[in-house]
């Protein structure tokens, strides 16, 4: 194996969150005020995803006060904590930076629903649950 991909396998998460561009998320990321650190919640629909491997980043964007407010977060990186997908998007693009001019009701992206989402959601749960990642997300018959 390549010197650089036994490095990222050391460094990188086990299972990185499965997600995708028009999902919407829950970023838990840890921040440092002063001497001590808390775990901040930035909510948002997913509008790119970028690089592979433990480069892999996605651009999270969200309207505070009548503003878009985007951030890239490594999903790699250990002040990520966690990411929940909390809205599977349907989209027929790979980036939506074309929301970037859409305002109200534009900025809507349409949800992923019936046996397909109820299918992903599943597997998602098994796979976290496989390699460790949520001791409390055991596959449920009902998701």
Known sequence: MNLIQEIEQELGKKVPPPVRVG???QVHYLI????????????GLVIGVQGR????????RRI?????VERTFPLHSPRVRDITVTRRGTVRRAKLYY????VGKGTRVGELLGDKAKREKQRDLETRAAMGGDSDA?????A
């Open 64 to 68: 505070v006060q009548g503003e878009g």
């Open 99 to 102: 929301l970037r001019d859409r």
């Open 32 to 43: 440092r005020e002063g001497d001590k650190e808390r775990v901040q919640l930035f909510v």
């Open 53 to 60: 491997g433990i480069a892999k980043t996605v651009i999270v």
């Open 138 to 142: 055991a596959p449920t018959a009902d």
């Open 23 to 25: 999902d919407t998320v």
